[in-house]
């Protein structure tokens, strides 16, 4: 990829691969971890992303991911120990500000805190070395943030420069209509347009409902590295539970090379 490409989708993906609807057995989905980072495309994160429930199990498995993702599915988080957690994912509870969560938690340094929020209910109050999450989907069609909805949380962080990571629902480039749900389903390429058109001060609500893959194509393409460094500061990563089919949209899509 060339430097702009690299600016723009350089480290977007992490490994969901533990989450719905793949949710591989420990083993199988640390066994894809290892033969990603043995491929070694730039656009993975090669964070593996680990309920705080099964950490005891992945510390038992004779592979260790370079990096983890601790998802905080329990009242507690478990002691990390020497396991390469570098970021923690956590539900801001109601009335506590991120700030708040951060003190109570007390990461150790190097650990990063996304606090995982609802698009209309945005906490400003982000320390440093802090960050959201938003959720853009789910196994039911209420999961589904609106476009308007996202696009106001996406203006929310640009203008207070407040970096976020995506899960959920992201399973394409291109929004589409999944039948299965009789949703309209967020394309993670329209997400990371529509952070580079906050980023130049224009409403990110268009780029989100659009479905022209040629208009989103164009858009990519000329995108300024500029616009994308900030975008990328922006928009950290988003989880994604196929490692794969994100890199054969984009390839398709002519945005990254072919795989040698």
């Known amino acids: 990829m060339d430097l ?13 691969g533990l989450f719905p609807p793949t949710s591989l057995h420990m083993d199988e989905a640390l066994a894809r971890n290892q033969r990603d980072l043995e491929h070694g495309s730039p656009v993975l ?7 705080a429930s099964r950490l005891d199990r992945l510390r038992g498995m004779d592979y260790r991911p370079r990096r983890i993702g601790l998802i905080a599915d329990t009242s507690e988080l478990p002691d990390f120990g020497d396991l390469p957690v570098d970021y923690v994912e956590m539900r801001l509870p109601p009335d506590t500000s991120v700030q708040t969560l951060a003190d109570r938690l007390r990461l150790p340094d190097g650990v990063r ?15 440093e070395n802090c960050g959201l999450k938003i959720r853009c989907g789910g196994s039911s069609a209420d999961l589904f943030p609106p476009a308007e909805h996202l696009g106001q949380f996406i203006r929310s962080c640009a203008e ?23 949703v309209d389903r967020h394309g993670f390429l329209n997400l990371l347009l529509a952070v580079c058109e906050a980023v130049e001060g224009r409403d990110p609500v268009p780029v989100l409902r659009t479905t022209d893959v040629g208009h989103l194509v164009r858009l990519a393409g000329a995108v ?12 950290v990563s988003y989880g994604s539970c196929s490692t794969a089919t994100p890199l054969d949209d984009l390839r398709t899509l002519g945005l990254i090379e072919e795989a040698s």
């Open 160 to 182: 207070n420069d407040i970096p976020f990571k995506a899960t959920a629902g992201l399973h394409h480039a291109v929004r589409h209509f999944d039948p299965s749900l009789g």
């Open 4 to 16: 702009g490409t690299m600016r723009l989708y350089s480290a977007l993906i992490d490994d969901a």
């Open 224 to 235: 300024p590295d500029d616009t994308a460094e900030q975008a990328r500061r922006l928009l």
């Open 113 to 127: 805190l996304f606090a995982e929020v609802v698009p209309r209910k945005i906490s400003l109050d982000v320390p």
């Open 45 to 51: 994160t090669h964070r593996f992303l680990c309920p």
